[in-house]
Structures are given as structure tokens and as C-alpha cells.
């Protein structure tokens, strides 16, 4: 486990999470997922902490999940969420760690799930392109 700390572009938002990379990422095929290409660790909510900013919220669907992100620059930085498999969650962008390194990212394994399907315990047929 390891403290990350993280913002967007702009650097008006800013976090840290207490995340273990080697425990995975994840990368689904949904909607929003594909069209941000969001490359998430999952955190219990206690993990996260946001040190500056106010994050603009988008929702859609259900309007379960929240989408956070920053109104200055665009940069989506994180998610909240409650599911059977996490129960509550925030989705920490890890492209948004700025001090995770290359290798570490590189190392982190992915799991893909097959979120267009509402399968959340399957990978999609075809994932290269996520």
C-alpha cells in the first residue's frame, strides 16, 4: 500500500489515495469507460482524500455513479460508486497519479470487464482497443 498523490492537468483539483497497484486496475468496455478510456484503481472510500478543489459531477443512466472532474481543464480524475462485488468505491484515475511511475504503472495488472454487457465478473471478447 502505498500513498499516491494526484491532480489534473491544471492542478485545481488535487487528491491522494492509499492504493496497492499491485492488487490491479481495471479497464471496461461501457459507455463512458470506452469514450474516456478510464484506466481505474479501486479504493474504499477511507483511501481517498481530496486536498483542493471542487470537482464538477457528471451522472447519467441510473445516475449511480458519480464522475468527477475538473470544470477548468477537463480532466477526469476520479469516480464514486457502490457495487455487489466493491460496495462503496471511488475509481482513481490512474493516469492522474503523479507520482506513480512508469514502471509501476507498467507493472500493475488490468482486469477487463465487460461493463457494455452488464457483465461485471467477464472480460469483453475483444480487448485491445481498451
Known amino acids: 500500500m502505498k500513498t499516491y498523490h494526484g491532480s489534473c492537468h ?22 463512458i469507460c470506452r ?7 479501486i479504493v474504499k472510500p477511507e483511501a481517498f482524500r481530496l486536498l483542493d ?15 468527477f472532474y475538473c470544470a477548468a481543464c477537463g480532466v477526469h480524475t476520479f469516480g464514486t460508486g457502490t457495487s455487489p462485488r466493491w460496495g462503496a468505491f471511488y475509481a482513481v484515475s ?23 454487457n452488464d457483465c461485471w465478473d467477464a472480460a469483453p471478447a475483444v480487448i485491445s482497443h481498451l
Open 35 to 41: 469514450k474516456r478510456r478510464f484506466w481505474p484503481a
Open 94 to 116: 490512474v493516469s492522474c497519479l503523479d507520482d506513480a511511475s512508469d514502471d509501476e504503472l507498467a507493472a500493475a495488472p488490468v482486469m477487463f470487464v465487460d461493463g457494455r
Open 10 to 31: 491544471c492542478g485545481a483539483l488535487r487528491f491522494e489515495a492509499d492504493i496497492d497497484l499491485s492488487q490491479g486496475t481495471l479497464k471496461c468496455n461501457c459507455s
Open 53 to 67: 478543489g471542487a470537482p464538477a459531477v457528471y451522472q447519467f443512466g441510473a445516475r449511480a455513479d458519480r464522475h
